[in-house]
Each structure stands twice: as C-alpha cells, then as structure tokens.
C-alpha cells in the first residue's frame, strides 16, 4: 500500500539552474494492482519513485509505504519495498546466485531460509543456467532477471519498477512483463514507471499521466478514455501534455 | 548502525576487488614484482658505471724531473693509486700539436676532445713546473712571481694568489658526470702527490712532516648496528608507507564509489537495508585493508630489496664504503605496522569522500593528482635532513606522524610519549573530519545521484553571470579567496623591500585596494544581483558596532597571548626576523596617522569587502559553521606569513560571528579597525610607556621578541576573556534592523 501526498522535489542544475522536478505529486497505489506512472523522459517518474525508495528527500510532501513514512521509517520503508530499475545495476564480479545471496542477507533472511528462497527464485524465472555467471558475462535481459531476483528474495509487499524493460529486446521485455502481473497476482502492490504507451495499456490497473513533474490526470485506462473521449491512449497521452503548455 | 550489515558489505567488497586483477596488480604484484625489478636494473647501472675506467689525456708529464714519481709507465704509481682505484683511471700520454700549445688553445683542444667523447678529463703540467717548484723549495723565502700566463685549475688561482709556483691543472666538463668522476679520481691522486712532495722537502731540510700536519683527525662511529639501520629505515621507510598508503587507498576507492555509480550498482545498494553509514563503514574498512596491505607489501618488498642491493653493492665497492643497511630491525616494522593504521584510516576516508564525489571512474582519476599534490608537501617535508619534531611539526597532520614514526623507529620512547597527544590527536582528530565527510558525501544526493558535467566553461560562465541569484554561489565565493591569495602571492614575487615609508605605503595600499576590494567589488558586480545585500552594507544593530568595537578591545590581550603560543611553537625564522626588523625602521618614523590608516582603516574596509562581504555571504549556502570556518581560513592565509595567518584564522572567526549576527558589515569594519589599530599603537607605545610609569607594569611587560614585543598579566588576560565571552553571548542575541522590521511585518499580517 503506497499513499503519496502532495510530494514535491526541487533541486539545484548547474545547467538549467533550480528545477521542480516534481510539484505537488499525490496518488496512492493497492495492494493486487498495479499503478502505472506514465510519462516522457524528464517527466519526474524516477524522481518520485526514487523518493518511495528513501534514496531521495522530499522537499515537502509526504509518502507511506506499508504505513512506513520514507522520510521518518526509511529502514522499514526499504526492509517493504523491492526496487527494480534500468539503472540499478549488477556486480560484474558476482555470480547471479552470489549477489542474490548477498542482498539476501543484508535483509537478514537466516541461511537455510535464503538457500530456499533463491531455489525458488531461480527456479521461477529461469535463472538456472546463470547461476554461476558473473554480472560482466550476462546479457542485459540476463541482468534484469537478477535484478528482479534480488528484489524479490526478501518478499516484499511492494514493488517498484522504474522503466525496468528499458534496452530489452521484445522477447525479454514480454518475459518481464509476464512476471510483473503474477507478482500482481500473488497480491503484492505495483508501482510501474514508463514511457512507453503500450505497456501501460496491457499491464497497469491505474495509470497516471505525469509531465513536468505534475500529474495530468490518473485513473483506469477505461476511466481517462470515457473522462477524454479518446479511445486510444497515446493520443489521449499528446492532448494532455500539450493542454500543460 | 548494524555491525552485520558493515561486515557483510566489507566482505562483499573485499571479495570483489580481490576478483579485479587490476587491483590485484597494484596491490600485490607490483610491490612484490617494482623492487626487485628496480634494485636489478640499479645493480646492473651500477655495475656499469664502476667498470668504466676514466680516459685521461696527461700533458706536460715529461717536465716533472726531479719530483716525487707520479707515474711508472702509463699508470700512476701505485703508493699514489691503490689498485682499486687504478683500475678507473685510464692514462693517455700525448703531446698536442703545435697548433694547440697555449693555455688558451689548451682549453680549446679540452673542450673539443671531452665534448667528442675522446677524453674524460685532461691533467696539464707546466713544462717548467719541476725546475720552477725546484727553485721555491730552494729559496722559499723569496718565491718567484707567478707566470703571466698560468693555467685554468682551481688550485692554479690559488697557487697564483698566494705567490707559488704555476700549478698542474685538471681540465673537465662540470655537465658531464663522467668527465667531473674522472676529475675527482685525478684530484685525489694528485693531492697525494702534493702530499709525497712536502713530506719529501720537509725531509730535506730535516723537518718532521708534523709540522705541517700535527694532528690526525679520527672519526669514530659509536652507533651500534642496529641504531645505524635503524636511522636509515626511520628516513625511508615512512615516506614509502605514507606514499603507498594514499596510492593504495585511492584506487580502490575510486572503483567503490565511482565505478558503483557507473556500473549502477550504487543505486542497488542505497535501496538495500543497509543505512548510508553502514555502506560507508563497509567501504572504508575495504578500502583501509588494501590501504594498508599496499603501503605493508611495498614495505616488505623495499625493505627485503634493498637490504640486498645495498649488500650486493657493499660487496662489489669491496672499499667498506657500502651503507650499513641490512633488512629492517623486527621492532621498526612492528611500528610502522601499528602507527601506520591512523594513517591508513585518513587517507582511507578522505579518498573515499573525494571518490564518493566523482561521476565517474574517469573523473575520480582525476582528482588523485590534487590530493597528492596536497599529501605530498606533508610527506616529504619530514624527509628533509632539518625536519625534526617539535611542538609546532606535530601539529601538522602526516608530518607530524612521520616524525614521530621516526622516533619510535630509532628507539626514543620518551621522546615519542612527548608528542604522542598532539600527533595522535591531530592524526584521530583529521580521520574522524575525513570520516565525517565521507558519511556526509553518502547522505548528499547531489554528490550521490549528480550527473556528469553538461555544457562546460562556456555554460558556466553564462550561468553564472546571466542567472545570478541574489547573492553570489559558493564556488564564486571560493573562487574569489583563492584569486585573491594568487594574485598576493605573484605581486609578492616581484615586489622588492620597501625602503621608505611612502613605498611602503603605497605598496601597501595598493595591495588592499587593488588586490583585495577591487575583485571583491567587480565580482559582485557580475556575479550578485543584490550588491548591498552580497556586500553586508546594511545598517547594523548599534549594539554590534558598540559590541563589535569593545570586543575588539577585550580580545586585544587574547590575540597577544594567542601570538606569543604561536610564536613559541613556530618560530619565525632568521630571514623573517630580519625582513621584519626592516619593516619596522621603514615603519617607525612614518607619523601614527598615518601608520593607522595605511595598517587599519584600509585592511579593515577591503578585507571586510572582500572576506566577510562576498566570500561569507556566498559561503552562507552552505552554513554559517561553515561560511565562517572557510572564510576566515581564506582570510589567514592572505596574510602570507604562517604566524601572521594563524592568529588571524582566529581574528577571521570573531568577524565571522560579528557579521552573520550582525547581518552587517559594520561592525566587523569597526572591530578590524580598532584590533589592527591596537595592535600598532600598542606595539610602538606600550615598552616605551612601561619603561616610563611603573604602573603600567601592572598592565603590560615587555618579553624582549621582536615579534610580540610586550604581553599582557595574567589578570589582565583573565579579565579581557571573562568581557569577551560577555560580550560573544550578548552578540548572539542581537537583533538586526533587518530582522526587526521582517518580523514586524510577519506580526502584522
């Protein structure tokens, strides 16, 4: 369970001096489904969902996750959350089971409890043949497996994908995909961050149209296409956007 | 913070750079593999060099009938030249052609044939040095004039100087190391010669040979082996830790914090359960492991290497010339094992916080240099045959700990415990800042999620000039200290002595207008959309002006005891004591108005402009703590001499404090001018006016430096502190005009 209130985040460029990179942000995401935070590059999509992973500060606002506030309960928030993005990367010098392992462990999970876990795990998304590969051998799908790997290993009631099919091929990116909607399934809460208007369609239960760091507008696909009456979510995306100016 | 949490990180990392092999490399293999290697190659050049015997050309050998033998056959005789020696020397007896006879042409035919290689050196006799040096031992009170035409040696000027007869001379090229060996060899034997000949004319006229020589000077070793190696060790051993310690800190770090971000692997991480102080703990406890295993690899390696080459080469020498330097005493290395951790530790926190920084594993290379470029002067200043320890060195940090390594390698234990507490505090105390920093770096998302650098200079520079903000930004800020010092220090280079006290003046004035406000000034012109409010010039509360002027006042005695501490833990050198005696007689005759407003009002205006207005209020982004802190440092250090710098690092403080409570430059104009014009009007009227009324000496005594030359009682100093920190705590709750009419208008709405 995620609840986000009037979240906002500036900082300092040294290009383009302050910038608000979110403004105001409010929504709130259920456990069993999955909220879709749709959105161009720049948008404050990763911003936000940095801030629901206590990497960032909010400069005002505020979010729970689980009850958790991310500001005040950061070690709870991050002990609830599993966090997945293109950019969080794997070690080049671990094996796939090593730093599944290791993340595990940090999570405190006893020995025998993990070896368990990571059968099931690597068992669950094909990962048996990368066991023993190093991160600097593995493909980038390879890679966004582990990755998902090592935040499932604790069995966190929240998940965060930020834009997490980014440089997959088709092929991976679906795999992906079919995995986020069993996590949703089994009842965990989704947040899924991404550019790309097809995926919002066919995976997120709640989508949020977000651009310059506000949000346009937010509610299930069929909701915005009656509330706009645009049928097709990519041209609803553009009439919003360009409604902000 | 969960010790589980830093250890599993730790292990993880240690794991991981032990599976790089680049790290691998300069950790492991190139200690063990850059000795040996260096101490082959050293042998071999070594080698080299004693097998090549000097070609030496002798002119003129036929004309030393009648003397003492130099020569027998092509060689030097061997009561002369031992056999070891001998074998380095080559002879060549030629004649030059006609063409090159003269001293003149001589030279000429020296120039040409060393210059070609021909030649090494070459040793010219007069042709009528035996029959002239015959005729002095013959008459030698009425010595001969010189010849007009003499020769180019060294002892021929002296010979010539004093009266004696034209002398052999050596010719040789001081650029080339192997013509100035060979003319080393050459003069040893010749001295001899010139030994064998005054015994043998002191024998002719019945005189013992100890008239000229009554004494034998001996020189005797009494250090044990064990001391000699030891003082060997203590000077190169530390360096080589300290050295190896930053290298092998800097590395890993750089691949920890830098390359994580890169990689994205650092993002992974932030978002785990462990707090940012944990993932600093783990790094840092990796990092100082391979700190420590590169600076102990390199130690063992050098220590093992070196005993060696020096034994290998004590043996070829065969002469007992070699260094006494076996492998280092178990006692040296434990030292250096133990009191190199603190070491360790800083440069392990301190590469970790400068890494943290960088967006890249590129960028963080590039910050190596600078911190060498600051580590360095601090390791090999304890290197210097005059660096010893003191009060004063063990206040410097990695100086200080190399000194005292030093000691505890050679054994002074009292001397060690007598500087333990400052050099270990001063060491603990800069880890724990460096430390600090590192934490503070991980908790910092500019440092943590900062992009690479977009746009470069040009976008800057636009930037800074077309989006200036209210008041200018920290680097600006800085920017401006560290113009300011460069600018003092190239007019420092070419300015010469004044000599009178209207060059001074000038010179002086100069410097603060030109030097200090005119940046100051141009600066928040460009780079400040709010010039009053960048420069303080606000009306200031009349308390800060009336606290701000009696503070300087009740500081006075504070700021003579605090320069007397500095004085006798860092003395002014000779040089310095002598340019300031000639400051002073420049100074003194000049009229005390002078000398107040050159020396008070003028430094007061400018340097409030330039260190308390623009520098401060850019610094204020970052907090008063610090704004104040760097502030004031910059502000020491443009005072030039170390002494100087530090009492007004303290000054600087106060100021600091008095403008941002202030929020006025006022008060700190007026307090700079009432402590620089105390400072003039006490040092030129207090020792005469003790001197005069006996009940000054209640106040006041004179201590006879030149530097401080009076100091205030003890009850004076007691009373100027107990008014200060008065005075300190009224300032705190001061309220600006400003302040009082912004919360009139908050009351208000």
């Given amino acids: 369970m995620i609840y986000v209130d009037r979240l906002t985040k500036l900082y300092d460029d040294c290009r383009y001096g302050p910038i608000v990179a979110l403004d105001g942000v409010s929504f709130a995401a259920l456990p069993g489904k999955i909220f879709g935070l749709l959105g161009p590059n720049g948008a404050g999509k990763t911003t936000a969902l940095r801030i629901l992973a206590t990497m960032l500060r909010p400069t005002s606002g505020t979010a729970t ?25 794997v070690y080049d010098r671990m094996t796939a089971w090593e730093l599944v392992e290791h993340f595990g462990r940090l999570y405190g999970l006893p020995p025998d409890r993990l070896r368990a876990r990571i059968e099931d795990l690597f068992q669950r998304l094909k990962m048996g043949e990368i066991r023993d590969v190093v991160g600097a051998k593995m493909s980038t799908g390879m890679k966004q497996k582990v990755s998902i790997a090592r935040a499932l290993v604790h069995d966190p009631p929240v998940l965060i994908f930020d834009e997490p099919t980014l440089g997959l091929d088709v092929l991976v990116a679906r795999s992906l995909l079919d995995t986020v909607r069993q996590l949703r399934d089994q009842g965990k809460c989704i947040i899924f961050s991404t550019h790309i208007m097809r995926e919002a369609e066919r995976l997120c239960d709640r989508i949020a149209i977000i651009n310059r760091g506000r949000i346009l507008d937010a509610g299930t696909l069929v909701e915005l296409c009656e509330r706009y009456a645009e049928p097709d979510l990519e041209e609803l995306f553009f009439r919003l956007i360009e409604s902000q100016g | 913070m969960v010790w589980s949490n830093v250890r599993l990180i730790w292990m993880r990392e240690i794991r991981d750079q032990l599976r790089d092999r680049r790290t691998v490399f300069m950790i492991a293999v190139l200690p063990v593999l850059l000795y040996p290697l260096l101490g082959m190659v050293f042998l071999q050049i070594t080698q080299f060099m004693q097998q090549q015997p000097a070609r030496v050309w002798v002119l003129g050998a036929e004309g030393l009938a009648g003397l ?76 001969r004039p010189p010849s007009p035409g003499g020769d180019g040696g060294g002892d021929g000027d002296v010979a010539r100087a004093s009266g004696a007869v034209a002398a052999p001379a050596i010719l040789f090229d001081q650029a080339g190391d192997t013509s100035r060996i060979a003319a080393d060899r050459i003069e040893h034997v010749l001295n001899r010669w010139r030994e064998a000949i005054v015994r043998e004319a002191l024998a002719a006229r019945g005189v013992s040979p100890t008239v000229v020589r009554p004494f034998v000077l001996t020189r005797t070793d009494i250090s044990e082996q064990a001391g000699r190696r030891a003082a060997v060790w203590s000077r190169v051993l530390p360096f080589v ?54 600076a102990y690899l390199n130690l063992l390696s050098l220590g093992v290497t070196g005993a060696e080459v ?54 963080g290379q590039y910050y190596l240099m600078p911190l060498l470029l600051i580590a360095f002067p601090l390791m090999t200043l304890p290197v210097l045959p005059t660096a010893r320890l003191d009060l004063g060195t063990s206040l410097i940090p990695v100086t200080g700990m190399v000194l005292w390594l030093r000691f505890l390698i050679e054994g002074q234990y009292g001397e060690a415990l007598r500087y333990a507490v400052p050099v270990l505090g001063v060491t603990i105390g800069c880890c724990a800042l460096a430390v600090g920093w590192a934490v503070r770096q991980f908790h910092s998302e500019s440092v943590l999620f900062r992009q ?110 605090l320069s007397q501490g500095i004085e006798a833990v860092y003395p002014m050198s000779e040089d310095t004591l002598h340019a300031l005696a000639g ?101 030129r009227e ?64």
């Fill in chain 2, 310 to 363: 020096v034994r290998r080469i004590g043996v070829s020498t065969a002469g007992g010339l070699a260094l006494d330097l076996g492998f280092p005493p178990p006692l040296t290395l434990v030292w250096l094992l133990v009191a190199t951790l603190p070491i360790v530790a800083l440069f392990s926190a301190l590469s970790l916080a400068i890494a943290a920084f960088a967006h890249s594993a590129k960028e």
């Fill in chain 2, 452 to 561: 690479g650098d977009r746009g470069g200079m040009g976008i800057w520079l636009r930037r800074a000039v077309h989006d200036r903000g209210d008041v200018p930004s920290a680097p600006a800020a800085l920017f401006l200290g560290l113009l300011i010092l460069l600018l003092m220090f190239f007019v420092s280079l070419r300015s010469a002595a004044p000599t009178s006290w209207t060059q001074f003046a000038l010179a002086a004035g100069l410097t603060q207008v030109a030097l200090v406000a005119t940046p100051a000034l141009v600066m928040t012109w460009l780079l400040a959309r709010r010039p009053r409010r960048t420069l303080l010039l606000t009306p200031p509360p009349l308390g800060a002006v009336v606290g701000g002027a009696l503070l300087a006042v009740a500081l006075h005695p504070l700021v003579v005891l």
């Fill in chain 2, 241 to 294: 830790v300290v050295v190896w310690a930053l290298t092998g800190a800097f590395y890993p770090a750089i691949d920890l914090c830098a390359g994580e971000k890169e990689r994205g692997t650092l993002e992974t991480l932030l978002c785990s359960p462990a707090t940012r102080a944990e993932i600093v703990g783990g790094k840092l406890l990796t990092v100082a492991c391979f700190s420590a295993a590169t």
């Fill in chain 2, 686 to 749: 207090l020792p005469r006016l003790v001197e005069q009324h006996a009940w000054f000496a209640q106040i006041c005594r004179p201590t006879g430096s030149a530097t401080v030359p009076f100091a205030y009682q003890t009850p004076i100093i007691v009373l100027a502190a107990v008014l200060s920190v008065a005075l300190l705590l009224a300032l705190r709750n001061l309220e600006s005009p400003d302040r009082t009419r912004a919360s009139r208008r908050e009351s208000s709405a």
């Fill in chain 1, 65 to 89: 996750v689980q009850g958790w506030d991310v500001v005040d309960d950061a070690d709870q928030v991050r002990r609830h959350i599993g966090y997945v993005s293109a950019s969080t990367g």
């Fill in chain 2, 68 to 143: 003492p033998p130099l020569f027998a056959g092509s060689r030097f005789v061997h009561e002369l030249c031992p056999a070891d020696e001998d074998r380095l020397i080559e002879l060549i007896f030629r004649e030059p052609s006609r063409r090159d006879q003269g001293d003149a042409a001589l030279i000429e035919l020296a120039r040409r044939e060393i210059h070609r290689d021909g030649f090494d050196a070459i040793v010219v006799f007069p042709s009528d040095f035996s029959a002239r040096l015959a005729a002095v031992r013959a008459d030698t009170k009425d010595p």
């Fill in chain 2, 583 to 683: 400051l002073t007689d420049v100074i003194g005759p000049a009229p005390l108005w002078q000398i107040l407003l050159v020396l008070g009002a003028l430094p007061a205006i400018c340097e409030e402009l330039a260190f308390r207005g623009f520098i401060l209020s850019g610094l204020l982004r970052l907090g008063a703590p610090w704004a104040i802190g760097i502030s004031s440092v910059l502000f020491g250090l443009s005072h030039g001499l170390l002494q100087q710098s530090l009492s007004a690092i303290a000054v600087g403080f106060v100021l600091g404090y008095l403008a941002v409570q202030s929020r006025s430059l006022f008060p700190g104009v007026v307090f700079h001018l009432i402590h620089n014009s105390l400072a003039i009007i006490a040092g």
